[in-house]
């Protein structure tokens, strides 16, 4: 008998690409269920989304092409497409327009749609093109129904029901300067295409751009390349233009930003990660990749002391010269950003958020080389101003509006563009307005909505949704950097392992083929961790039609990572097949190749799943009764890892079911025919999935 499963996602963006060709890959072995996926677009592409859909050249990438891909591992595939379907693309460029990556994407989603043509291919695919969902309602039965509207005529369309939900709609509109929306010379959306008319009727009026990051600059240099030729003022209340990008940023192994030092320093999340203490390791690390003591201090003075078109100047010759350590640092840290943001208690959160952010966005939203130098030509030239102590903006009627700068500066205007960036406040959206006035869904105290950081499952007042997900921007709260699509992708992928988890416990795999299906899942899902850890990888064995790894940092770490960016309090949510399956997907993909190395890094991966089965199993009494009774049998309140072994969970014979975990655990601590005790405890955790993808 056939299982039919549901899935609505709600935006047709890139997170919603690449959530379809992970689960497209995911589920293709998977049998005994039929899935439909509603794919809900409010424009006439699916793919492109905002960032991507403008055919406007000087709206180029912000990070070289060679690692963009909506599918964590795929780098470089993008690069190729470019060469065999874009002959008019700059070739010697890796920063090209951005729309040929919007063209890429909706490639990529024509590819899954040739994927699943099979008939036997469990996944089919429903556009729902021009329409915009605006509620979803939960039902008494588990499922959820979709009300959405045809964004041509505003007239509902019929509800569809679903089994599973995925939020991808991609940036918040701005919260800033909300009340000028609708006065005339105000434009909220940068990329409303009736202000390149408006401002080109009149090429000489002076416009303001409120900002003076990457959004300001693609305003800057679009109107720039229309042949605007009045003049333009960022205005903020720093005045700081993004870092420049290096020519290159290889990378490089952190010696002390890394998972394992946040676990000391949290007692093994005892205690909450301390800001004090990320900041002495990132200034640790910064000094050793520059050769000499650095404090923060100095990095402050050396971007607020300088005029904007020194310190501009200053960064293009530095990043002409080649790498830049402490850029490589930061690169290097970003997949575990979102670890630290979270191991943080509120204080240093909200801490960081008022002292540190805007520093912080400032070196790592880092723009081209090329972009610096136009927008440098702009300054030089006297087109471009850049405004810093930014206090106010007011409507003046018939003056325009009217700036308010430290020092009783005061600036008269008749156009403003609002490029500011994405905004924060999930309110400023009408659905998610809704959820959160219906309860359906938390507002998270710093920004977007309320998720799990580690499942990315949307939380509600009373509770959360197994089966309701968030990704990209409206998980910033608790992720604190969500806009890329590299995050957007692992994101996608942390999806993609929980629905088929959820799917393969309500499937209850019990054959062999259902095993090696379940298996195959759960080993895909590392691909976010092997991406993860790039940064402690050696690059020079990569290329990009099969990546090749090798370590050279700490194998424990590296083969680990997962599990340890946890933390302990979320540890009974991890499904362990997903920890069994990065440790044997990386084993194979760091090419671990002597029977004394597999040991080794057998032992090692076991000795960590035993201690979360263990853990697993003593929150076990977390939850309610019913969820805590197998067949006839009971689990104790506070059970132990004896109560953890396969006859406790009786859905599968414990013979088989030890076999098949322990042969799918290759080169676990197995010699002459007998598991050691290491693998046994993962062959047993891996068998302690199969009741359930919530624990």
Same mark, same amino acid.
Request: hydrophobic fraction near 40%; charge should be neutral; include cysteine.
């Given at each position: 008998m056939t299982k039919e499963v549901s899935i609505a996602l709600v935006g047709g963006g890139p997170g919603a690409v690449s959530t379809l060709a992970q689960l497209a890959e995911a589920v293709s072995e998977m049998s005994g269920v039929s899935i439909k996926a509603h794919v809900f677009e409010k424009t006439e592409r699916i793919g492109p989304g905002l960032p991507y859909a403008f055919k406007d050249d000087s709206y180029i990438l912000n990070l070289p092409k060679g690692v963009m891909e909506p599918v964590s591992g795929h780098e470089g595939r993008f690069s190729k497409w470019l060469e065999d379907n874009a002959p008019d693309c700059p070739k010697d460029t890796d920063f090209p327009p951005r729309h040929y990556f919007g063209d890429y994407l909706e490639y990529v989603y024509g590819r899954v749609k040739e994927q699943i043509k099979s008939a036997d291919h469990p996944l089919k695919l429903v556009d729902h093109l021009r329409h915009e969902v605006v509620n979803v309602v939960s039902s008494k039965d588990g499922q959820y129904k979709i009300f959405s509207v045809d964004s041509t005529s505003d007239e509902a369309t019929k509800p569809v029901e679903v089994n599973y939900v995925i939020f991808a709609t991609?940036? %918040?509109?701005?919260?800033?300067?909300?009340?000028?929306?609708? =006065?005339?010379? &105000?434009?909220?959306?940068?990329?409303?295409?009736?202000?390149?008319?408006?401002?080109?009727? @009149?090429?000489?009026?002076?416009?303001?751009?409120? !900002?003076?990051? %990457?959004?300001?600059?693609? *305003?800057?240099?679009?109107?720039?390349?229309?042949? &605007?030729?009045? /003049?333009?003022?960022?205005?903020? $209340? !720093?005045?700081?233009?993004p870092s420049v990008l290096g020519k290159e940023i290889p990378p490089v192994p952190l010696k002390h930003l890394t998972l394992e030092s946040f676990e000391k320093l949290t007692l093994g999340g005892v205690r909450p990660l301390l800001l004090d203490d990320v900041i002495e390791l990132f200034r640790l690390e910064i000094s050793d990749a520059e050769g000499h003591d650095i404090g923060l201090d100095h990095l402050v003075r050396s971007a607020s002391d300088m005029s904007p078109r020194v310190r501009l100047n200053k960064e293009i010759e530095e990043a002409s010269l080649g790498r830049r350590p402490w850029q490589q640092v930061l690169f290097a840290s970003y997949p575990i950003i979102a670890n630290i943001w979270y191991k943080l208690n509120d204080d240093d959160k909200l801490r960081f958020i008022s002292e540190y952010r805007s520093l912080f966005m400032t070196y790592l939203a880092a723009?081209?080389? @090329?972009? #610096?130098?136009?927008?440098?030509?702009?300054?030089d030239s006297g087109q471009l101003r850049v405004l810093d102590g930014l206090e106010s903006v007011n409507d003046a009627s018939r003056d325009g509006f009217k700036l308010g700068f430290t020092g009783n500066r005061v600036l008269a205007v008749p156009h403003l563009v609002n490029a500011t960036g994405p905004g924060t406040n999930s309110c400023d959206d009408p659905l998610y307005n809704k959820l959160l006035t219906n309860g359906f869904a938390s507002k998270n105290a710093f920004g977007g909505l309320d998720v799990n950081p580690v499942h990315l499952t949307l939380n509600t007042p009373k509770g959360h949704h197994d089966n309701v997900f968030v990704i990209g921007e409206n998980t910033q709260g608790a992720c604190l950097s969500t806009t890329d699509m590299i995050r957007v992708a692992l994101q996608a992928g942390r999806v993609v392992a929980g629905i088929t988890d959820s799917l393969n416990a309500k499937l209850q795999v019990t054959n062999d083929q259902g095993w090696a299906n379940f298996w195959e899942q759960s080993a895909r899902h590392a691909e976010d961790t092997v991406t993860e850890i790039k940064y402690k990888l050696d690059p020079d064995l990569a290329s990009p039609d099969r990546p090749? &790894?090798?370590?050279? !940092? @700490?194998? *424990?770490?590296?083969?680990?990572?997962?599990?340890?960016?946890?933390?302990? +309090?979320?540890?009974?949510?991890? /499904?362990? !097949?997903? *920890?069994?399956?990065?440790?044997?997907?990386?084993?194979?993909?760091?090419?671990?190749?002597?029977?004394?190395?597999?040991?080794? $890094?057998?032992?090692?991966?076991?000795?960590?799943?035993?201690?979360?089965?263990?853990?697993?199993?003593?929150?076990?009494? =977390?939850?309610? #009764?019913?969820? +805590?009774?197998?067949?006839? $049998?009971?689990?104790?309140?506070?059970?132990?890892?004896?109560?953890?072994?396969? /006859?406790?969970?009786? =859905?599968?014979?414990?013979?088989?079911?030890?076999?098949?975990a322990s042969r799918s655990f290759k080169g676990l601590g197995v010699r002459g025919g007998r598991c050691t005790g290491a693998a046994v405890a993962a062959a047993t955790a891996l068998c302690s999935c199969t009741f359930g993808s919530g624990y």
């Amino acid at each position: 008998m056939t299982k039919e499963v549901s899935i609505a996602l709600v935006g047709g963006g890139p997170g919603a690409v690449s959530t379809l060709a992970q689960l497209a890959e995911a589920v293709s072995e998977m049998s005994g269920v039929s899935i439909k996926a509603h794919v809900f677009e409010k424009t006439e592409r699916i793919g492109p989304g905002l960032p991507y859909a403008f055919k406007d050249d000087s709206y180029i990438l912000n990070l070289p092409k060679g690692v963009m891909e909506p599918v964590s591992g795929h780098e470089g595939r993008f690069s190729k497409w470019l060469e065999d379907n874009a002959p008019d693309c700059p070739k010697d460029t890796d920063f090209p327009p951005r729309h040929y990556f919007g063209d890429y994407l909706e490639y990529v989603y024509g590819r899954v749609k040739e994927q699943i043509k099979s008939a036997d291919h469990p996944l089919k695919l429903v556009d729902h093109l021009r329409h915009e969902v605006v509620n979803v309602v939960s039902s008494k039965d588990g499922q959820y129904k979709i009300f959405s509207v045809d964004s041509t005529s505003d007239e509902a369309t019929k509800p569809v029901e679903v089994n599973y939900v995925i939020f991808a709609t991609g940036h %918040l509109p701005s919260s800033n300067f909300t009340k000028l929306i609708g =006065r005339p010379g &105000y434009w909220h959306n940068p990329w409303d295409g009736k202000m390149s008319e408006e401002l080109l009727a @009149d090429p000489s009026q002076p416009v303001t751009i409120l !900002g003076s990051r %990457l959004t300001a600059i693609d *305003v800057l240099l679009s109107l720039m390349n229309q042949g &605007y030729e009045g /003049p333009i003022n960022f205005a903020s $209340r !720093g005045g700081m233009l993004p870092s420049v990008l290096g020519k290159e940023i290889p990378p490089v192994p952190l010696k002390h930003l890394t998972l394992e030092s946040f676990e000391k320093l949290t007692l093994g999340g005892v205690r909450p990660l301390l800001l004090d203490d990320v900041i002495e390791l990132f200034r640790l690390e910064i000094s050793d990749a520059e050769g000499h003591d650095i404090g923060l201090d100095h990095l402050v003075r050396s971007a607020s002391d300088m005029s904007p078109r020194v310190r501009l100047n200053k960064e293009i010759e530095e990043a002409s010269l080649g790498r830049r350590p402490w850029q490589q640092v930061l690169f290097a840290s970003y997949p575990i950003i979102a670890n630290i943001w979270y191991k943080l208690n509120d204080d240093d959160k909200l801490r960081f958020i008022s002292e540190y952010r805007s520093l912080f966005m400032t070196y790592l939203a880092a723009f081209p080389l @090329d972009n #610096a130098h136009k927008v440098l030509e702009a300054m030089d030239s006297g087109q471009l101003r850049v405004l810093d102590g930014l206090e106010s903006v007011n409507d003046a009627s018939r003056d325009g509006f009217k700036l308010g700068f430290t020092g009783n500066r005061v600036l008269a205007v008749p156009h403003l563009v609002n490029a500011t960036g994405p905004g924060t406040n999930s309110c400023d959206d009408p659905l998610y307005n809704k959820l959160l006035t219906n309860g359906f869904a938390s507002k998270n105290a710093f920004g977007g909505l309320d998720v799990n950081p580690v499942h990315l499952t949307l939380n509600t007042p009373k509770g959360h949704h197994d089966n309701v997900f968030v990704i990209g921007e409206n998980t910033q709260g608790a992720c604190l950097s969500t806009t890329d699509m590299i995050r957007v992708a692992l994101q996608a992928g942390r999806v993609v392992a929980g629905i088929t988890d959820s799917l393969n416990a309500k499937l209850q795999v019990t054959n062999d083929q259902g095993w090696a299906n379940f298996w195959e899942q759960s080993a895909r899902h590392a691909e976010d961790t092997v991406t993860e850890i790039k940064y402690k990888l050696d690059p020079d064995l990569a290329s990009p039609d099969r990546p090749k &790894y090798k370590v050279v !940092g @700490d194998t *424990v770490s590296a083969t680990n990572m997962f599990l340890i960016a946890a933390p302990k +309090r979320h540890l009974h949510h991890l /499904p362990t !097949g997903r *920890v069994v399956g990065i440790a044997d997907s990386l084993n194979a993909k760091l090419q671990v190749s002597s029977n004394q190395a597999w040991t080794n $890094r057998g032992v090692q991966s076991a000795s960590l799943i035993e201690a979360v089965t263990v853990r697993k199993a003593q929150n076990l009494h =977390r939850f309610p #009764a019913r969820l +805590r009774t197998f067949g006839s $049998r009971k689990l104790p309140a506070k059970p132990s890892l004896s109560h953890c072994t396969a /006859p406790v969970f009786p =859905r599968v014979p414990h013979t088989n079911r030890l076999f098949a975990a322990s042969r799918s655990f290759k080169g676990l601590g197995v010699r002459g025919g007998r598991c050691t005790g290491a693998a046994v405890a993962a062959a047993t955790a891996l068998c302690s999935c199969t009741f359930g993808s919530g624990y």
